[in-house]
């Protein structure tokens, strides 16, 4: 160090300003809302959003009550915990058939057909909505006018189940069958089939397996020309024609 020479530490860096973030406040799922359920005042709460990634559609705190306007609304798209509601995925309606043709995709059809109470004809009521099934016509086969015969086919394979008697979803997250109906996912030309079907036989519905129905997400008319309709003669099987 040289004589009469001083050194004294750099001066430390001013701080960053802190940057304040304009926010405001968003209306949001308070838990997850699935399909088809009926919102309560429970299911929205307020959150702070930044205000740079407030979308137009997102429901923004104001004069209105935008809570109680929401009551009673049906979930047409189901929100995760933490989604900004909108608007668009919901339905204000009083009643359920309201919201199936609010659900349904734009050129499909609902039909209900009869359905055995106590799961006979509906795999023991494990079929639940939006699940997929088949459906199998049982009728009497009218080639032989001697004996107890009857022809068992399927007219339709894949279908969306929308409804099982007046319930659209799970109730209380119990799996039973509720009411004498089920409605079905269909399109125009489906729906003709289902109604003549029910006309002449009895149906009823198959559950496919969560895989096989993911594999297609359209129904399909199930008239396959190597496969002709099962055929039970006093109470033996004969297999197709």
Excluded: C, H
């Amino acid at each position: 160090m040289i004589a009469g020479s001083s050194s004294s530490p750099p001066p430390e860096p001013a701080p960053a300003p802190v940057v304040r973030i304009e926010t405001d406040d968003v209306l949001v799922a308070g838990a997850d809302l699935p399909l088809g359920k009926i919102m309560s005042p429970a299911d929205m709460v307020w959150q702070s959003w930044p205000k740079t990634a407030v979308a137009p559609t997102m429901i923004r705190r104001d004069g209105a009550d935008a809570v109680a306007e929401l009551t009673g609304a049906f979930v047409r798209m189901p929100f995760a915990q933490g989604d900004p509601i909108r608007r668009e995925k919901l339905i204000k309606s009083g009643s359920s058939s309201g919201f199936l043709s609010a659900i349904l995709p734009q050129g499909s059809r609902a039909v209900a057909i009869n359905i055995d109470t106590q799961g006979g004809t509906t795999a023991g009521g494990f079929i639940l909505p939006n699940d997929r099934v088949d459906i199998i016509k049982t009728a009497r086969d009218e080639d032989n006018k001697a004996g107890d015969s009857y022809v068992t086919e399927t007219v339709l394979s894949n279908v969306r189940v929308l409804a099982i008697g007046q319930n659209i979803q799970e109730k209380n997250g119990e799996r039973v069958v509720v009411g004498s109906n089920a409605t079905l996912e269909v399109d125009p030309r489906q729906a003709e089939i289902l109604v003549l079907a029910q006309r002449v036989g009895q149906l009823s519905l198959t559950l496919r397996s969560m895989a096989d129905a993911n594999g297609g997400a359209q129904p399909e008319i199930a008239d396959s020309p190597d496969r002709g309709p099962a055929i039970v003669r006093f109470g033996i099987s004969q297999g197709g024609r």
